[in-house]
């Protein structure tokens, strides 16, 4: 029987492929699904029996794969009226995302424990962020450019890929990794028969019959996703470019001497044949919003470059958002941190109107959550930046503190950092690296942070 890492114990083995002789047909127990809910314990006996009559049949409830979708505006700056800058957000019943939590918990252990997962895709796993994958590809472009070499950084930008996954790849492509028995035909069931109703202020509309995709905002999804997507890997490799992936979010690197006058053909060559990948898979690559970021090397020279796939140009920009964070290509993040100061003005300017109407708790409540969590968003690959580049960062903090005290513009702030218990700016950055290369020294950093350490061993014998 294998446990997932909160030891409870929740699918036989049966249902993830294991050989005979590991056949355990363990339950779920009902103080398991505290863990993941507060539930009464009158109900806790009748909920661990719907669960685990469910993973023994393979079979969901119909009534647990009817969503309500609610359309969310991807970024508060587009266009409301056009519907393709919504993102459909299902919204589950909890007995189904409680069912889904205790197969999602085996599930992984099964994959992370026979190396099953694809080790450059950074999404829905544990101790991975978007921080830790943001520092992977700016750690390979800085080396590449220490080297004298030039870098190109291709975002690719996928349309509506959740909504796309087909069933059928998707299913056949569990079966490759191990995945049969009651386990699939559970998958199976889960995928199936599904249909949603979409939620638009006070009206609702009939339902429909949902034949592709995982749903949004459901528990299962994203890894199921992940596991769809993982054969994109070689397709990359094999054009001698590497990659990283945060869920759809798809980064190609490629480093080159200046000298290499193929640089385009290679690069189209490559998303050419991720295309025909994307194709076969029933997902669409939207070229207008892919980014090309080039980074000059070392003493080279700048140029332009431009990609032509499927009739569509891609040109190269002096910075792309990627991830949350823009990247220039000097990697100063001269540009992000203009973005976070802006922002964070912004969100000082709403705090400070309404502050006369707040207690101070209820001000560094807020102040914590709109404006030092966005100084403290990938703050790590500020490290090494003059002290001169973070200053606007700096003097955002300081003015947050003295609105969290309602003191006057020039109000020594030093103290008031103490009291808040805020380190400054520069001392966050340098503890999150801090603490960062203390997970990948006692291995539970990812490893591709963990394969940019290297410790420390004595040359001779001391006392």
Not at 365 to 389: E, H, M, T
Request: positive net charge; proline residues 5%.
């Amino acid at each position: 029987m294998l446990h997932c890492r909160d030891g409870a114990r929740f699918l036989p083995d049966v249902m993830l492929g294991i050989q005979a002789k590991e056949f355990n047909l363990g339950f779920i127990r009902p103080e398991n699904l505290s863990q993941f809910w507060t539930i009464s314990g009158d109900l806790l006996p009748y909920l661990t029996s719907l669960i685990n009559s469910s993973l023994t049949a393979g079979y969901v409830p119909s009534v647990f794969k009817r969503a309500r979708v609610a359309p969310l505006l991807k970024k508060p700056t587009l266009d409301p009226s056009d519907i393709n800058n919504y993102r459909p957000v299902s919204l589950l019943s909890f007995l189904s995302k409680t069912l889904e939590r205790a197969v999602l918990g085996q599930l992984s252990c099964y994959l992370s424990q026979n190396d099953l997962l694809d080790p450059n895709q950074s999404g829905f796993k544990t101790g991975h962020s978007t921080e830790t994958a943001l520092l992977c590809v700016t750690e390979a472009l800085r080396t590449a450019k220490a080297n004298s070499l030039s870098s190109a950084l291709i975002l690719l930008d996928l349309s509506a890929a959740f909504d796309t996954v087909n069933h059928q790849i998707l299913l056949s492509t569990l079966s490759e990794l191990g995945i049969s028995g009651a386990a699939h035909a559970w998958i199976a069931s889960y995928l199936t028969g599904r249909s949603f109703q979409v939620a638009w202020r006070e009206s609702v509309s009939a339902p429909r019959a949902l034949t592709t995709g995982v749903p949004q905002g459901s528990v299962l999804g994203p890894l199921l996703f992940s596991l769809y997507t993982k054969s994109l890997g070689s397709v990359i490799s094999s054009h001698g470019l590497s990659y990283h992936c945060y869920a759809d979010d798809t980064q190609l690197i490629f480093s080159f001497p200046p000298s290499d006058n193929q640089v385009a053909n290679r690069i189209s060559a490559c998303l050419a044949d991720i295309s025909v990948w994307m194709t076969a898979h029933h997902l669409k690559l939207n070229l207008g919003k892919t980014e090309l970021l080039l980074l000059p090397g070392k003493d080279c020279p700048f140029h332009d470059l431009t990609i032509t796939v499927d009739n569509s140009l891609v040109s190269s920009s002096q910075s792309a958002k990627n991830l949350g964070v823009t990247l220039d290509n000097t990697l100063l993040f001269s540009t992000n941190i203009k973005a976070v100061t802006r922002s964070c003005r912004f969100m000082l300017y709403n705090i400070r109107r309404v502050r006369p109407c707040l207690t101070q708790e209820a001000a560094q409540v807020l102040v914590q959550a709109l404006v030092i969590s966005r100084l403290d968003y990938c703050n790590s690959l500020l490290a090494g930046l003059p002290a001169c580049a973070i200053k606007p960062l700096q003097l955002i903090q300081n003015a947050a503190a003295r609105l969290v005290f309602n003191l006057p513009k020039f109000s020594q702030v030093t103290p008031l950092l103490r009291s808040l218990h805020w380190l400054p700016v520069e001392a966050r950055i340098r503890y999150k690296s801090m603490v960062l290369a203390y997970g990948a020294v006692r291995g539970t950093a990812p490893p591709y942070l963990q394969a940019l350490i290297r410790p420390y061993t004595q040359t001779r014998a001391l006392r």
